[in-house]
Structure formats: C-alpha cells, structure tokens
C-alpha cells in the first residue's frame, strides 16, 4: 500500500493511531452522566444496574459511531467492548468485561455476526465459563444479502442490533432472568431483516484507503457493513423505487401477515442526508401498511455508520405484543437511544 | 446554470420538486405518535399542550434535517414552519401558524437571523397582531464568525437555537408567561456563541448546484448555515488544532469566568463522522475545562445539517441555574431531542 500522508485523510483527527481512544474520551466526556470508561476501551454505564440483574454486554470494531458505544445506558447495555477501528476486540478484552460483570443473574453477550466478533466472544466465554462466570451469547445476523436460505454463518449482523439491545435491556431491568432475556432477544432477532444500499465508498481513516470501490452514478443492494458486495449493482434508483426493491425483498424473509405489527427503522450510515432518509422512511412506511403491517415503531437515524459512506439500511422486524412493550414503553437513557417510555 | 440531469443529483430521493412534502410525510409517519402535519408544511405536535400555556413555533427552510422540525414536541417546540430547500416559508404560512395557536398566554416566535426567514417573521407578527394575536419574536443569532463588534443583524442563527427551543419550551411547559419564557430563552440566546468550519461542500438537492466551492486539502472557519464563507481558508488542520483555534474565539465572545456552567455541543452537519464529532468534542471540552468552565451539558450530534456537507458547528452558552434545570431536568420528547429528565 502506499505511503499515506495526513492530507490524504482529510478528515478531523489526530493521530490515526489514537482515534478509538480519543473518540470514547470524547464520548464519556459529553455524557459523563450516563457513560464512563470502566477500563481501556470497555464503556459502561456511570450508574450501573442491581447485581442482581442481569447484565447485557456486547463488542465490536469502532468507527462504526454511534455504534455501539451509543447504546450503553439504563434500560440498555451495561458494557461495550470496542476494537480498533473496524476491527474486533481481543479475548482478553471481552473476557475482562465478562469479569467486572460477573453475577449470580448471568450476562447476555450480544454479537454481531463478523468473524473476528465471534471469534474473540467464543474464546472469551470459553474462558470465562471456566472461571465460574455465567454467560449467554445471543448472535444476531440480521442481514438477508446472503440469500434467503443462506446459512446463519453468512448472514451478517447488522444494524438491527439496536432493537435486540433495547428489548434484551429492558428485559433484563424488570428482573427477568438469564434465559428469559435470551428468548425475547432471540424471538426479536429471528424475525428481523435488513437489507444495505451504499452509493459511494469510504476511506479507512488510519490508512485512507477506499473501501469497495463504487463507480459515479452506480448503487449496491446488499452491502456489508464495511462496503464488502454482497447483492446487486444497478445504476442510481429513485428513493421510492430503491425502497420498493428492498421491502420486496426484506418481505421474502419475513412474510408479513395481515394485522402483524413491525418496526422499520432507516439507519444512515454516513454521508446520506437525513432528507433522504425521512423520503425513503416514507415510502417503505407505505408500502408495509400495503402489506398489512402496523408499523409499531418507526425510528429514522444515523444508528451503525460506516465513516462518510453514502448510504442506509433498511431494518424490518415483527413484533410480539412484549416486544412492543419493551421497545416503546419502557425507558432507556442510553445517550444515542434515548426512549422516555 | 447547465441543466441539471438525474444522475447529477446522486441522492436518494424521488421528483426534486417534491423534496419537502415528502421527507416531513416520512418524518410524521416514523413519529407518528409524537408529531403530525397541522397543515401543509407545518408540523405539530400530535397531543397538543393545553392553550393555556405559551406556544413556541419555529420557522425555517427544509434541507437542514433534523431540524427544524426534528425539535417539535413535548417540551420543546408546538410548531415548526417549513419552508422549501434552503428557502423561508412565506409569511402567509408563517400566519397560519400563528393562527393555529392563538390563545391568551401567547406564542413565542423563535426566529434564526437569515434575512428571508426574518422577512417573513416580521410580515406574518404585523398581521397576526391586526387579528388580536399575542406574539413575541425571538432572534437568535449565536454566529460569531462576523467579528464580536459585529451588529446583530449580521451574526447569523446557527444550531445554537435547539438550546433556545428546549429552555424556552420547557419554561413554557412549566406555565410560565410570555415575557417570562422570552426572557429566559434570550437570556441564553445572548449567552450563546457558534462557529462553523466546513471541509468539503455538498450539492443543492433541487439543482445540483454546489455550493461554496472547497479546495480539496483546505478548510474554513466561519462558515454560513448553506457554506457562504464568513471567515479564514486554511490547510487542514488536526482534530485539536481546530477545536483550540475554535474555542479561543468563541471564547473571546463569551470569557468564561472560572466555576461558570456551560454547554457545549457539537453539531454535525452531514459527512463528516460521528467518530470525528467526537474527537473534537474531547479537545473542545478539555480546553473548556482548562479556563475553569464546568460542562453542565454536552452533546454530538446531527443537529442542523446542510445535505452532506463535511463540517460542523461548534456551540458554546453560558449557562444560568434556570437554564441548566431548564436544558438538563425538564422532560422532552421531540423526536430528534429527547431527554427524559
């Protein structure tokens, strides 16, 4: 690769070596009432929840923000465990989280289908079970870019997330126990799909290089979190005819039935403008009540951003009647999840 | 201007005549509980305040998302006026607002200082009081990229007003008068200062005109809420270096007194990342902390965007202890701002 010079990068930053650090100081710092750092790169919450509740801990690379630092907060996570950016943390990381949240409740770590995520939760569950402590993973892999019959290892975990987290958060603060949590999280992301669109690329900001590569005027269905190809080039389409592709083929998987209640939310991963999200919201809102669907919670919001990639993804999940509950009722004070229930 | 083609609009969007009708139809559909369309362009709130408090309305051009209208809501705004891309509502429309919410308490009409948006306030007060309608107009004008000599009518409203909605909306929750909730919103108004530095510019969603051409590798400090150039072009410069340069002068507007409270927030206004919002805001709360200041809030977020514009807005206020009980402990449900208190 080539040398990379700082103006290559033109973006706000200082040493590419320090973003994760600088990026969380910056974090606990605006909402030092609600967030801290527990230990290097692990944030939690300022007021952490009764140890005899269960615990909700996940992990994942930075640059991806609000993600999924953002999410920590009462009714939410406990804890994140952050990588580098774009990168999964280590064991040893994870493992340390799962240690300062040992308790007689159990934790639930909540992963999203990447290989290094998995990898890194594997191996520090294992670790960790070893020690006494008792943890659950809940892997989500919402993505549906893989194909319909794709097997659950390649469907990535994508912004979807977010509902699983709020779900499993609330669950676990009414003093639901371990396996509990895990069915109403599990129940949540089985019925969940999300489809990427990404319209340009963006640069690594510690080397600067592209990522995926996008020809002027081109867009992508299916895109991983990441920028890697994953469904079809087609040139630009308009927001309403790119809306209808992805609900036609969200709906592939999910078969909404009459009466069926859902969420949708629109996550902007970067450079896409909030208009374009609200007009894309607008005509996927439709097209769902077409189906039948009644949209419980509708969410537009820059919630897994990929740097300033031009983009969105599309989030479609059906509810039970507790989920609704748990996702619209019940308070969260997370500082990027902010529910007043 | 050379005609404009499809493709040359690289958004995601539909007829760009149809813009604003459709991103406020998608935006009322995702909140459906906590906002809706009084009229055309105008959004309200969906559970009206009781008609014996004091209204508080906005006006504004669309483009700017989350803002205006992102911000009505419990304990923040009643109304918010929209106008087209990047262009003021006339005053008819502004009129009919304040027709919406004639009552005894009154309306505070919260103005940014643009000229058209100006115009228009003035025109539409002038006829509502004709038809016996109790309004006050508040301008903000928190810009102080003109120079701190410079006359009110030249310091332009930047994203500084969320923080005049949600003290002003909250004291009007709480019952107060109109010449109480006007002078606790313009107490913080003249307490405020706003810088903008932009990086790279973005693309009229309407004409794909690009607006304030930036050399690639070169910023500016003082830019306009649509990139008019107001201060100096320099190279780039670090994450540091730029909120230092950025806090002395806002600083010299406000001169920070040892053990005052402040508010701090940094607004993204399109491209540039979370993660680098986030880096500039650890430096800018640093140097904040260094001349004695005490953070009473903070924030980073998409607050009042110009399409995918890189850049952002610094905000620093003086806060009294009305305004930090006002911003920090009083509830808001605005979609965009919430805060559960």
Redesign the interface.
């Known amino acids: 690769m080539a040398e990379v010079t ?2 290559q990068i ?5 040493d590419p070596n320090n ?1 994760t650090k ?6 606990v ?4 009432d609600k967030v801290a750092l527990g230990a290097e790169n692990i944030v939690v919450r300022k007021n952490p929840k009764d140890t005899d509740k269960v615990a909700i801990v996940t992990l994942g690379g ?2 991806h ?2 993600a999924l630092s953002g999410f920590v907060g009462e009714g939410m996570l406990d804890a994140s465990v952050v990588g580098d950016i774009f990168a999964a943390p280590g064991a040893p990381r994870v493992l340390e989280a799962l240690k300062m949240f040992k308790r007689d409740a159990g934790i639930l770590l909540v992963v999203l289908n990447h290989a290094g995520d998995v990898m890194a939760a594997n191996m520090a569950v294992k670790l960790a079970e070893r020690e006494g402590i008792k943890v659950k993973i809940l892997l989500t892999h919402d993505d549906i870019s893989a194909g319909l019959d794709a097997a659950i290892d390649d469907r990535r975990g994508l912004a979807g997330c977010v509902a699983v987290y709020k779900a499993a958060g609330a669950a676990a603060e009414e003093g639901k126990s371990l396996d509990e949590v895990y069915e109403i999280g599990e129940r949540l992301n089985k019925n969940m799909a999300t489809l990427a669109v990404a ?2 690329s963006c640069t690594h ?1 510690q080397n600067g290089a592209t990522i995926a590569e996008l020809p ?2 081109i867009m992508e269905i299916g895109m991983g979190q990441h920028g890697e190809g994953g469904g079809g080039r087609t ?2 389409l ?3 005819e ?1 809306a209808s592709r992805m609900i036609e083929q969200l709906n592939k998987k999910l078969n909404i039935q009459k009466g069926e209640k859902v969420l ?1 939310y ?1 996550n902007g991963v ?14 996927a ?2 097209l769902l009540e077409e189906l039948g669907a009644e ?1 419980a919670e ?3 919001a ?1 919630i897994l ?1 990929v ?2 990639m ?1 983009g ?1 993804q599309m989030i479609v999940g059906k509810l039970d009647q507790d989920h609704v509950e748990l996702l619209t009722k019940r ?1 969260s ?1 997370a500082p990027y999840w ?4």
Chains 1, 2 share one sequence.
Do not use: W
């Open positions: 700082e103006t033109a973006k706000f930053i200082n973003l600088e990026l969380l100081e910056g974090y710092m605006a909402y030092k930075a640059g923000e609000p319209m340009k900001p002027d005027g040139e630009l308009s927001a309403d790119t949708l629109i970067g450079a896409t403008t909030h208009m374009e999200l609200l007009i894309v919201y607008r005509k809102h439709q949209i509708g969410k537009v820059e951003t740097q300033e031009a969105f308070k004070d902010t529910v007043c229930g």
